[in-house]
Nanobody
């Protein structure tokens, strides 16, 4: 069983920065992709950024030039550095990890979500 623990959300003023972290634990053989999604009230969940096992990254247009996703392979942890935050970035941010566990089954798990609130 794979578990994710997220941290780093909170309240910040517009223009400020936050760093989110998501640590995966359990019987993990390999991780194929790690990503951050967000869901604002009344909106659908959307991809913010993702990073593949080889290190390639993908960003939503709204996140480009402001957010940076990175990964610590040794710790099975993914980070999202968010700079120049805007009120429209306010949402619950969810971590997603896909990979393979020791029972040779693929997994696709979500974190519990962490709230990011950006005040104007």
């Amino acid at each position: 069983q794979v578990q994710l623990v997220e941290s780093g959300g909170g309240l910040v003023q517009a223009g400020g920065s936050l760093r989110l972290a998501c640590a995966a634990s359990g019987r993990i053989i390999s991780i194929n992709a790690m990503g951050w999604y967000r869901q604002a009230p009344g909106e659908q969940r959307e991809l913010v950024a993702s990073i593949l096992s080889g290190g390639s990254t993908n960003y939503a247009d709204s996140a480009k030039d402001r957010f940076t996703i990175s990964r610590d392979y040794a710790k099975n942890t993914v980070y999202l550095q968010m700079n120049s935050l805007k009120p429209e970035d306010t949402a619950v941010y969810y971590c997603n990890v896909r990979g393979r566990s020791f029972n040779l089954r693929n997994f696709d798990v979500w974190g519990q979500g962490t709230l990011v609130t950006v005040s104007s």
